[in-house]
């Protein structure tokens, strides 16, 4: 199946791909010797959606020639395996070293002919019809599905004279300037809003969000529970209320040599000393695992999020009841737990399980928190979220390949301020007005960050249609 070819103009020929660009050559069109520096092009080294790659590291042509996939300035390089290709790393090849480049097996190369001019073919490929064409004719396994020569092969391609398309570049270049600089200004109001969110967190475990429950209680001329006396209270009622095998051992105190000054009125505590049970999930077998229905959810760290709230209907994941209360009944949660993901990064995706979700499943990927009484789960929830708590526990996960691992002894070893518990709720009811603008508007700018996208496929459709705006004048 090939990408549709609309109606264009009676100056444009409908040809093969192939039979206006080379597809794949193995040779440069000069000869280069084995001590010559190329260009090294990874898959790395070319962006999404933008067209462009960074030609900058080079090595000897001896050390690349074989194993890569050659190219030299002007060809048109297309990822084909994905999910490179949907998020669209093609790029014109463009300030090679010497003009010449060796690059990931994973691209397809077209090398224009007099005939086509690069960024016109370029723009071609990014079009919404060979991209959807081009994945719904990609072969092999899950995960490492990839676009065959043979799609492009008998590709058909719209080519008008080649002014025409220099013409047609222009125009779309100069409305994608428009549409990337509006874009732009959107990331940055999206990258406001994250420092904002990190903000309102950091002042909320600092006690500068509210007006803390010393000040109220001094200016009432009243008493009230501190963070150390409310701290002393759970560890006794935990003492009291234990049941479990063998003699009840202490939870380890904090350590606060290193830690921050907290307000008057506040306390730290380990997450074990303010939790009947921190532990974390198990991953069955696939087959015990079934998606769109079944009888308990089994969540997965694309679940969790950074705004506290579990995304429990997204990729739905499914174990039956036999499986929850049997092998994986160390794995349940249940209504009202704090979950935080425990292997990155990113660390500190967190959410609360929902009223309406009264148990689930979990994998090994995350970790469940069920406080005791006296510490709210949302309080918990926004110091688990903050930068503060979360530095601590970062700096000393266990990185391997370049994932951070938290395990569950530096789980149930994470400092966490402690105000009274009053405070606690008028920090999470600050925390949540303050929140919920942002997500408002958040959601604003990624509808209108998607609308762009949007545009920008509506443009390149209309563009090799012949129906641009101005015609190219």
Known sequence: MSAPILNQPGSWRKVRLTEVAELNPRR???SVTDDTLV??????????????????????WSTVKKGYTPF??????????????????????????GGKAAGSTEFHVFRPSSELDPQFLLYFLFGPDVRRAARLNMRGAAGQLRVPPLFFEDLQFPLPPLDEQRKIVAEIEKQFTRLEAGVAGLRRVQAKLKRYRAAVLKAACEGKLVPTEAELARQEGRTYETGAELLERILT???????GKGKYKEPAKTDVKNLSELPEGWSWAT?????????????????KLHSGSGEVRFLKVYN??????????????FIDRKTHDGELARSKVKSGDVLINIVGPPLGQVAIVPDDVPEANINQAIARFTPLDGVSNHFLSTALRSKSVMSWAIKRAKTTAGQANLTLELCRALPVPLPPLAEQQRIVAEVERRLSVAEELEAVLNA????????????????????????YD
């Open 304 to 317: 969790l999020t950074f705004t506290g709230r579990l995304d429990h209907n997204y990729k739905p994941v």
């Open 448 to 471: 209108n960050v998607q609308r762009a996208t949007r545009l920008r496929q509506s443009i390149l459709q209309r563009a090799f249609e012949g129906k641009l705006a101005s015609r």
């Open 28 to 30: 440069f069109n000069d």
């Open 72 to 97: 030299q300035d002007g060809d048109v390089i297309f990822a084909k395996i994905t999910p490179c290709m949907e998020n669209g790393k093609y790029a014109v090849a463009r300030g090679l070293h």
């Open 39 to 60: 260009s090294f092009v990874p898959m790395k080294a070319v962006e999404e959606e933008s067209g462009r790659l960074d030609p900058s590291t080079a090595k000897p």
């Open 237 to 243: 009622e935990r003492r009291q209320k234990w049941n």
């Open 271 to 287: 997450a074990e000393q303010i939790c009947q049970f921190i532990t974390k999930g198990t991953t069955p077998r696939a087959d």
